[in-house]
């Protein structure tokens, strides 16, 4: 079997994708980015081989009026949109980042000048993905905006409740204010967010998918989404960024690291961390309410990350790490690696391999531990002595007579465990677990 003969196409909410990755949902300062020039970045995406296009958080009315009559001299004074990244990082190891915003929202005129591009230039096999949000939590709203929604032509609407900037600006969430019950606000009360997709649902013929908020728990995140499915959610897309605050600056007495800002404000974290959390949530929910899809998103910066995600049930997936992290050319790069993978393991479909790891997904209640111990590969040990000074009883170090090491770990069976532990210590890959004698 050739790449020429692998699909790599797949379906969204019955929607026909030409390859299951593509680029997260961002903003783009409407200011800036007319929707003539964000047109020329999303169609980069699709020229790499993007399966979809995914506009994001598309809220009720029209521009203001200092951004009709706009020119650079008021864009510096007026600019109601101000965001802000941060890498973080411990050493040379970079955790992940955050990103604070005052304002991230596009108008109705702005995403249908935007899709009218688009339209008269996209595959027929590359749908567009468009996000509706409604700054309150108020049913009839929602349905109204939904409506004018699906006037501007996309071919699938999601309801944007994993956003967090409507938190942004409230510090102490104890007692949220009624304009705080949407986003991620929203995504996590139940009781606000069921009326609100029945309505969306109720007002639209287009597939209605929504995001999941991580900040709504677990298993809470399985109650709302088995309920939404029910009421006719398609979709769910598995995370969404988590709210965070930067560490602060301790050299600086404690003032935050954000460039450019004079407070260490509320954000939301991404980056790769978020690959196990959605992992977990594409995981659980494809195993146990199997009449949802799941769009999986966050943390993905590999190819292989795509497999994995597929293989626990994901219908396609979205990266904006990966994109930030490697370029445009990881789209690219990705669907040549999916089909070469698929030639190798035989498999002609993107269905005949999804959902194929939900089979080893069990409880530790359900999962057997066999009696192993871990065994040392003294061709690879440097002698550190790094295992050893953790907490396992197990291990001990002995002298030894080598040019270059004095020490060697040695590991007493009567008290290993094999929790690995050690294997996760070493610095170079010296610890396997073997049968105990």
Same mark, same amino acid.
């Given at each position: ?18 390859? +299951? ?105 590359? +749908? ?19 409506? @004018? ?11 944007? %409740? ?41 007002? %639209? ?28 959610? @398609?979709?769910?897309? %598995? ?57 999986? *998103? ?56 999804? *959902? ?28 550190? *002595? @790094? ?8 291990? %001990? ?41």
């Amino acid at each position: 079997m050739s790449k020429s003969k692998v699909d790599i196409s797949t379906k969204l909410d019955g929607v026909k994708m030409r390859s +299951p990755f593509g680029v997260s949902p961002h903003n783009l300062d409407k200011a800036w980015f007319p929707g003539t020039k964000a047109a020329e970045l999303y169609l980069k995406y699709v020229d790499a081989g993007a399966g979809f296009v995914y506009i994001p958080a598309i809220v009720p009315g029209d521009s203001t009026d200092w951004e009709k009559k706009l020119d650079f001299k008021n864009l510096f004074t007026n600019q109601q949109y101000v965001g802000r990244w941060l890498k973080i990082r411990e050493g040379n190891m970079i955790l992940g980042h955050i990103y604070t915003a005052k304002n991230l929202f596009n108008f109705l005129p702005w995403a249908k000048k935007l899709i009218e591009i688009l339209r008269s230039k996209l595959p027929e096999d590359v +749908p567009i993905v468009l996000q509706a949000l409604v700054h309150e939590s108020d049913p009839d709203k929602w349905s109204d905006h939904v409506k @004018r929604v699906t006037e501007l032509g996309p071919d699938i609407i999601e309801l944007n %409740t994993g956003c967090p900037v409507g938190l942004m600006g409230v510090v102490d969430t104890r007692k949220l204010p009624p304009e705080a019950k949407w986003g991620m606000a929203m995504g996590a009360a139940p009781e606000v967010f069921f009326p609100v997709l029945e309505a969306a649902v109720r007002a %639209t013929g287009l597939p209605v998918g929504f995001k999941l908020t991580p900040e709504s728990g677990y298993p809470r995140m399985m109650y709302i989404t088995e309920e939404a499915a029910k009421i006719g959610a @398609r979709h769910v897309v %598995t995370t969404h960024k988590y709210f965070a605050i930067a560490p602060p600056d301790i050299w600086n007495g404690g003032k935050g690291p954000f460039p450019a800002l004079d407070a260490n404000c509320p954000a939301d974290m991404g980056g790769a961390a978020l690959r196990l959390s959605m992992y977990k949530a594409t995981a659980l929910i494809s195993k146990n309410i199997p009449n949802i899809n799941c769009f999986a *998103g966050g943390g993905i910066t590999r190819p292989e990350h795509v497999v994995e995600a597929i293989m626990l049930g994901a219908y396609a997936c979205q990266t904006l790490t990966g994109v930030v992290q490697n370029g445009i050319r990881l789209i690219t790069r990705t669907n040549d690696w999916l089909k070469e993978y698929m030639v190798k393991c035989k498999y002609e479909s993107i269905d005949d391999f999804r *959902g194929v790891a939900l089979q080893y997904i069990k409880s530790t209640q359900e999962t057997n531990f066999p009696y192993y111990v871990a065994k040392v590969d003294e061709k690879k040990c440097t002698g550190c *002595g @790094r295992c050893a000074e953790s907490y396992c009883p197990a291990i %001990t170090m002995k002298s030894v007579r080598r040019r270059k090491l004095k020490q060697l770990p040695v590991v007493n069976q009567k008290y290993c465990s094999c929790c690995g532990m050690c294997g996760f210590i070493c610095p170079v890959d010296a610890f396997s677990y073997v049968q105990r004698e």
